[in-house]
């Protein structure tokens, strides 16, 4: 569902890469994988080779180097989004949301600027487990 925010934002984090496509090199016999990270501030490397060399000479548990240079990134900027004084009750806390913006989105806003985010407001997984594992964010696509 499509949602529209106003808020004023608060905290901008620094333009940071964000891995798309992670691009590993085998020591043993210099084959290339590719790991597709959509999305995902966290990966898991992989744990062992594929290619069909190293699957039947050691069962392919050879080292995988990351190669940055054959790796795909975009940018990355966390923006922390804060109701509107106006729009809060007297005597309650202004609620907060963060915003994760990619590519071009990014350096369009920073901290003092009343903005208007139209997304779609999914949750994000922080941990795997637990009462806390979900934190409300907006992914913006416009």
């Known amino acids: ?25 085998c020591d043993h016999c210099g084959a290339e994988i590719y790991q597709p990270t959509p999305y995902q501030r966290e990966f898991m490397p992989p744990k062992a080779c594929p290619s069909p060399t190293c699957q039947q000479g050691g069962g392919g548990q050879y080292s995988l180097q990351l190669q940055t240079r054959g790796s795909k990134f975009v940018k990355f900027q966390e923006l922390k989004l804060q109701e509107l004084p106006s729009q809060v009750p007297m005597g309650h806390v202004p609620r907060s949301l963060s915003v994760h913006c990619r590519g071009e989105l990014t350096r369009l806003a920073s901290p003092g600027d009343v903005i208007t ?9 922080l941990a795997e487990s637990g009462f806390k594992a979900l934190k409300a964010g907006l992914v913006s696509t416009t």
Request: proline content about 6%; hydrophobic content about 40%.
């Open 1 to 25: 569902r499509l949602v529209s925010l106003k808020g004023m934002i608060v905290r901008a984090s620094d333009v940071k890469p964000q891995t798309v496509v992670a691009t590993y090199s």
């Open 117 to 125: 985010i139209d997304g779609i407001y999914l949750p994000q997984r």
